[in-house]
């Protein structure tokens, strides 16, 4: 089959607010601030997730004082960092409490920033908790709820002070980056759709958190064949065997079209996210080969970034 390349999605009109001219002088190339705080449990990695994969330079569990710092890094005539975004939480102790100051020292230098706060219900937080079995940064003898309860005193000016405040009960983490996409990262050319393909294997359990996901278990497998078993879908043997039947490129006349139409489409509304999942048995042989040869299909594409991530293939050779 011809190879063909995929058209280039059409952004969407838009683009960020105008920054006053003395604040954008201020702020050197650094474009966007945003600092997470809020409720232990109430979803910051996912969002700070959701900032990486927009392109934001990220540090997590940062404690205040250090928040001056690296902003000064930023602000400095050699830095190429242009949207950042810090967490800082009660994970930091007594350092923490110095928050609220450095925020409002940054302000009266005149350097924007966004203050983001999630929160979700009690009982969001225990469930939580409990499901991960992970002990709450500020739990006594071990009570979730007690550390909820003086977690919230903590945090109550904070939250008052926030310019975005989040409620994740009830949110699934598609929901939640969903949210942080339409109300704080920006939209128009500037920003890129950054799309993973992802291999993996079913017998490992299911993907998390995929937005789309394709079985690829009908092609031939290289599993059988014991010269190819330990080899995997990067080896040319390999992705010769498994397409030597002609289905892999029914499977591509198909799968391409579906891509292309689905990508400009979510380009245009401004998603800043994709993982497209691709399974097979093992994750190791099949599944490895497509998502490789996606990435590299798409990955020319000005208006996304692609990655990818073998998610099984070092797991032993079985039924792959």
Do not use: W
């Amino acid at each position: 089959m011809a190879a063909s390349h995929p058209p280039e999605p059409k952004l969407a009109p838009g683009g960020e607010a105008p920054t006053g001219a003395g604040e954008q002088e201020a702020q050197g190339r650094l474009e966007d601030l945003i600092v997470i705080t809020g409720y232990s449990g109430a979803g910051k990695s996912t969002v700070m997730n959701a900032f990486e994969d927009a392109g934001y330079f990220c540090v997590d569990n940062l404690p205040p004082e250090m928040i001056r710092s690296l902003v000064d890094l930023f602000l400095h005539g050699g830095s190429k960092v242009r949207r950042a975004a810090v967490v800082s939480d009660v994970r930091g102790g007594a350092y923490f409490e110095a928050l609220l100051s450095v925020l409002e020292d940054l302000r009266a230098r005149g350097i924007a920033f966004r203050l983001l706060f999630l929160e979700a219900s009690e009982q969001a937080l225990v469930t939580r908790y409990k499901e991960t079995r992970r002990r709450h940064p500020l739990a006594r003898g071990g009570s979730v709820g007690a550390g909820v309860a003086a977690e919230r005193a903590l945090l109550a000016q904070l939250r008052e002070r926030a310019d975005v405040v989040i409620d994740t009960t009830g949110l699934s983490v598609a929901a939640l980056r969903e949210r942080i996409a339409e109300e704080l990262l920006p939209r128009g050319p500037q920003g890129r759709l950054a799309v993973t393909f992802m291999s993996f294997g079913y017998k490992h359990g299911p993907p998390r958190d995929e937005d789309l996901a394709f079985d690829v278990r009908f092609l031939p497998n290289p599993h059988y064949d014991p010269e190819l078993r330990e080899l995997t879908g990067l080896d040319r043997a390999v992705r010769e065997h498994i397409a030597r039947d002609g289905r892999l490129a029914e499977l591509y006349e198909r799968l391409h079209p579906l891509l292309d139409f689905l990508l400009a489409q979510y380009v245009s509304e401004g998603k800043s996210h994709l993982l497209i999942a691709i399974g097979c048995t093992g994750g190791r042989h099949r599944s490895v080969a497509i998502a490789e040869d996606l990435a590299r299909r798409y990955g020319d594409c000005s208006a996304l970034a692609v990655g990818i991530f073998h998610r099984d293939i070092e797991k032993p050779a079985a039924g792959s």
